[in-house]
């Protein structure tokens, strides 16, 4: 007589008809976790923070959110703990993170034109070897440490080396900026009765570093220069610079207009011109960067700059471009995991890997069903080797290949309740996301979601009558419904019939609707409690012989 056992329960794969699924999959699967093969609800979410946004960053107690949906926000993984963004004002800016959590940002970099000093020699000049040509500059210092390029020299002068020189028009006033300290150098050429020595590069030394705010500087003869000025190719970040990123070898690398900045090596505020990257085929949109390799996706073919290597010299990166068009259509959709960038195309959700790009939804959407998903507004995430997905329409959850020359496990695809307006997994490997009151974290509560999980259209042999059924479970309430499909004579209606709607709380069989034949029917299990098994037979003695 005919029987069906489940010992091992999967998701949904819409492209596939509902008769046609493996046995285990199912129509629907939605707040359930799969992980063991059995149906588990997901714990309920914990709000951590009243803060909200389209864009949010959690570092452990930290919480920040922005209404801008282009905002971003990236650790730098240093002894110094900074916190960098971009998107959240009218310019990038950086904090260490304990001042960064509580909103108190500095902006990063340093004005574009710093004014020249004034340098005068207020002594006698004589014709001997004591006389000197010198040039100054000065350089500002944020409350971070960091200096900027140098500011326009000063009109060479003759001194005399025994002599002191007055320094003014130090710059002071510097709106919007944070900075706490300014340095003089100065450049001396020595001269041999009035001609400069031949064959001599004058460098440009430290003199001294003052307050901001002195405005003039005595130089004190015969004193002591100190190192070496190193920031006259340093730039500062644009203004308009966007999608500000940390990459694993100390460089900052950020989007202005359609070209890729990149820093020095540990100076987030340094982004010389010989660093700068552009000529891509598309316009770009985004900008995501890893240990190894930074993904830049624009509106026609994304492409990949290599960051593993030592690198200072102008366009030393390498650059490589797919051969196939895949424009992102949703900005937030783009994330890293494992090396891999994932990001929402018009086909599909796309992997790229090194310089291989694939789609990996083609086997659970049809391109009409991924369309009326809404990709272009997803915001998604990889946690736990799962992409999280949302749109106003649904949310997904399902396995991401770890290779990808690896198939998608279709068996692992369920929908998730929530409709959140952001999303964000934390370095410690923890899920976010925004409602409008607030932020929470995914299955972190104290009590238990609601699943739902309908299995497989299941097609019998013949007009046979289905008399009962069990549950191996945990001894909790879960709804069960039983649903025949009835045919109509022209075979072109489809009427469902229930068999059976009951809260099932034990292992014990249970009857259907008696005397009924179908040749097609389902089940939909809903609840708290986690279920093991299903059985289902044409007889009570059937199930108790199982």
């Not at 240093?78 to 950086?94: E, F, K, N, Q, R």
Request: overall charge negative; charged content about 20%; hydrophobic content about 35%.
């Amino acid at each position: 007589m005919p029987s069906l056992k489940l010992t091992q329960f999967g998701g949904i794969a819409p492209k596939q008809r509902p008769n046609n699924l493996h046995q285990a999959m199912a129509q629907v699967a939605e707040d359930v976790d799969l992980s063991r093969g059995t149906l588990r609800p997901w714990r309920t979410d914990k709000k951590v923070s009243d803060k909200t946004g389209k864009v949010i960053f959690v570092d452990k107690c930290c919480y920040l959110a922005s209404e801008n949906c282009h905002a971003n926000f990236s650790p730098m993984e240093t002894d110094c703990g900074y916190l960098v963004a971009s998107g959240v004002g009218d310019y990038p800016v950086i904090q260490q993170r304990q001042n960064a959590c509580d909103d108190r940002w500095q902006r990063l970099g340093f004005p574009v034109e710093i004014p020249a000093p004034n340098a005068q020699f207020l002594g006698t000049l004589s014709q001997d070897f004591n006389q000197e040509l010198r040039q100054y500059i000065y350089t500002l210092v944020d409350e971070l440490g960091f200096e900027s390029a140098p500011s326009l020299p000063s009109e060479p002068i003759y001194v005399h080396n025994d002599q002191n020189v007055v320094i003014s028009g130090i710059g002071a006033d510097f709106p919007t900026y944070s900075i706490a300290k300014v340095r003089l150098y100065c450049a001396v050429t020595p001269l041999d009765y009035g001609d400069p020595k031949a064959e001599y590069d004058a460098h440009f030394l430290l003199v001294d570093e003052v307050d901001v705010g002195t405005t003039s500087y005595v130089h004190q003869a015969h004193s002591v220069y100190g190192e070496e000025c190193l920031t006259e190719e340093y730039a500062p970040p644009a203004d308009n610079m966007r999608d500000l990123q940390y990459c694993g070898n100390g460089q900052l690398g950020g989007l202005v207009g359609t070209e890729l900045w990149l820093s020095e090596p540990l100076k987030p505020h340094a982004f010389p011109e010989s660093y700068r990257y552009g000529n891509f085929n598309g316009r770009p949109i985004r900008f995501l960067c890893g240990e190894k390799v930074g993904y830049i996706l624009t509106d026609e073919y994304p492409a990949m700059i290599e960051m593993e290597s030592p690198c200072q010299s102008q366009g030393c990166r390498s650059i490589s471009i797919v051969e196939e068009p895949l424009p992102i259509i949703s900005y937030q959709s783009a994330c890293l995991y494992n090396g891999a960038c994932f990001y929402a195309t018009k086909d599909g959700l796309v992997m790229l890997a090194g310089n291989s790009a694939k789609v990996i939804t083609t086997a659970l959407f049809t391109q009409d069903q991924w369309q009326a998903l809404a990709p272009w507004q997803m915001s998604g995430v990889v946690h736990d080797g799962y992409y999280f997905g949302f749109t106003d329409k649904i949310g997904i959850r399902f396995k991401v290949p770890d290779s990808i020359h690896d198939d998608v496990q279709i068996e692992a695809l369920a929908t998730l309740s929530i409709r959140p307006k952001a999303v964000y997994r934390s370095d410690q490997d923890q899920l976010f996301f925004a409602l409008d009151d607030g932020i929470y974290q995914w299955n972190a509560g104290n009590s238990w979601k609601h699943f739902k999980w309908r299995g497989r259209l299941n097609a019998l042999p013949g007009y046979t009558a289905m008399t009962a059924y069990k549950l191996v479970q945990e001894y909790q309430s879960n709804r069960v419904t039983h649903i025949a499909y009835k045919r109509h004579r022209d075979e072109m209606v489809q009427e469902p019939v229930v068999l059976s709607d009951r809260i099932v709380n034990d292992t014990r069989p249970h009857r259907l609707k008696a005397g009924y034949a179908t040749l097609f029917f389902d089940v939909e299990i809903s609840g708290q409690g986690e279920v093991w098994e299903y059985h289902i037979a044409s007889s009570v003695a059937e199930l108790g012989g199982e």
